[in-house]
């Protein structure tokens, strides 16, 4: 099963992601070794199975798994006091591939990206089954060597995802339109609301509440993020500046041709997104069910579509 | 049960709401007549037990679920063909009251809007627990009579509703806020998504799914919301349009103070939601749980939550 992966695996950071991965590849046996700056952390992650504390082996990978500000330095440590193949984890790619420039080994490095995460963070929210199905991209850049680029898509696979693979170019422009554009606009929506009074609140109904979950995540984290996909994010808010200039035109003169043209739009933007899994939109079937909020209502319906064998 | 719900309730207009509400008050063995413009809603309400055609009754109650650009012609023919209170399920009070300044029986009127629906619409998306729980804005206006909106109070409470009670500008500006706000700002999300390349919509993940689920709504629908509460909603978009030019300038200058600063009120924001079924926020456990993607996992886990008394 762990064929392809270059062992053992070194995993450099044990948060939420390092510690998943570490968890998904020790269901297939793969040796995995950890690191962190944080000892609590690496004790936590190691306790739960993800891999043993780093001892100074030379590993035949290393994925570093450190927030985005770090991804560039230790890429660039990696490759210089290892022999492995190097990958990342982080959200963008361009950027920290400017900082590698010159490194020796930039060869062995391929950026990679899992679109797997959750609000919370560090090693006690990981999961083995955080990428099942999910989109992982595999980014080589120009002078990454094929061997390389097939061990870190081996990885992935044998973390159960599916593999997406982009330039680092287009990879920040997909994630600037798929991540970092809905983040902040639901952030936008979000701060809207924090000083708003408590009887206009408590009309909340479902749809504010999925806008704006995201707007929760980690703003220290986000603020990196962000400023590491620049270039692409600032493009993409100034489309929907301009967008919006149109929009408040049209609320505030009563035209209602280009408000149409707006709403369809974005009607056409929710059929775009492709099925649960990544990759081609498949045929997917909405059924409705209306539930009583009674308790175990849920339960009583999951259980019949599960008996049903339909994938929920 | 029906205590201070004037009998019969006509309910004119039999798509979601309007069905939803006479299988609700039926429960409660509430006489209920039904009108419609389409033969088609009205048969199909009529045969899934919201109630029975009207055939010229005098009603106690009329309740106006129609869309929007016809709410207010429609509340004005019930005042002056009946002697019965009058209320609507709109989602703005504000441009309605207007066109009815000068209407007899302008005091028998009460506004309302309860904070439930779907992406779909039509009497066979409705059902009887739609209103269970979720907020239902009371909203009588300056020459209001107490009697209509103790009367129009009773009426949501039966259909299970939590009552909020605003005047017409109030509700407004919060569902500006709540509710059309987020509308818009999902749809320019999604419609930054239509024209984009498949392999950059492959990396979609749960978070732009979430906030883009809205967008989906029907978009002649959502004309009419936005138009009828145009003076609240452009005024809101203008404030996050300069937001926006804020943040655009955050990202490019890479000045971080004001992008954290934005991210953290986002966060702030997300937090001043109130609890499920409206009114305050009440105390609540997030409970993480990692389930791998296979059939009948929810249905365990949602199981195991009702044996155990947790309302989800």
Redesign the interface.
């Known amino acids: 099963m762990a064929e392809g992966v270059p062992q053992p695996v070194l995993i450099v950071g044990t948060g939420l992601l390092g510690t998943s991965l570490g968890l998904a590849l020790r269901r297939h046996g793969v040796e995995v070794l950890l690191t962190d700056r944080d000892d609590e952390h690496l004790r936590t992650a190691s306790s739960l199975g993800a891999g043993r504390p780093h001892a100074g082996e030379p590993p035949g990978l290393v994925v570093v798994a450190v927030p985005p500000d770090h991804v560039g330095p230790e890429v660039a440590r990696a490759l210089v006091e290892t022999d492995a193949v190097v990958t990342d984890v982080g959200s963008v790619k361009t950027a920290p591939l400017r900082a590698l420039e010159g490194v020796r080994g930039i060869e062995r490095y391929v950026g990679s ?1 899992p ?4 609000e ?1 963070s560090g090693p006690l ?1 990981a ?1 083995p ?2 990428f ?4 992982w ?1 595999v980014v080589p850049h120009e002078t990454s060597d094929p061997a390389a680029t097939e061990a870190v898509t081996a990885l992935a696979r044998l973390a159960g995802a599916s593999i ?1 693979r ?1 330039s680092p170019e ?2 920040d ?3 600037a ?3 970092h ?14 000083d ?10 479902q ?11 980690d ?2 984290l ?2 990196q993020i ?2 590491g996909n ?1 270039p692409a ?2 493009g ?6 301009d ?3 149109v ?2 035109a049209a ?2 003169s ?1 035209d ?1 041709g280009p ?2 043209e ?13 099925g649960k899994h ?3 939109s498949r045929p997917t079937a909405s059924v ?1 069910v ?4 009674h ?2 209502e ?2 009583r ?7 049903s ?4």
Chains 1, 2 share one sequence.
């Not at 679109?115 to 959750?118: D, E, K, L, V």
């Not at 504010?208 to 995201?214: A, K, N």
């Not at 993409?236 to 500046?241: D, F, S, Y």
């Not at 707006?262 to 492709?274: H, N, R």
């Open positions: 990206h679109m797997a995460g959750s919370r929210a999961s089954t955080l099942d199905g999910r989109p991209a997406v982009l287009e990879h422009l997909a994630v339109r798929t991540s554009l809905p983040h902040l606009l639901a952030v936008l929506v979000a701060g809207r609301l924090a708003a009074p408590a009887e206009h609140l408590a009309l909340s109904g749809g504010v509440r999925d806008v704006t979950r995201v707007a929760g995540g703003p220290g986000w603020e962000v400023s620049a994010v600032a993409l808010l100034t489309q929907v500046r967008q919006m200039d929009l408040i609320v505030t009563g209602r408000l149409g707006i709403l369809e739009q974005g009607v056409a933007g929710t059929l775009a997104i492709p990544g990759g081609p409705f209306s539930l009583p909020d308790p175990g849920l339960a319906l999951f259980a019949d579509a599960g008996a064998e339909v994938n929920i």
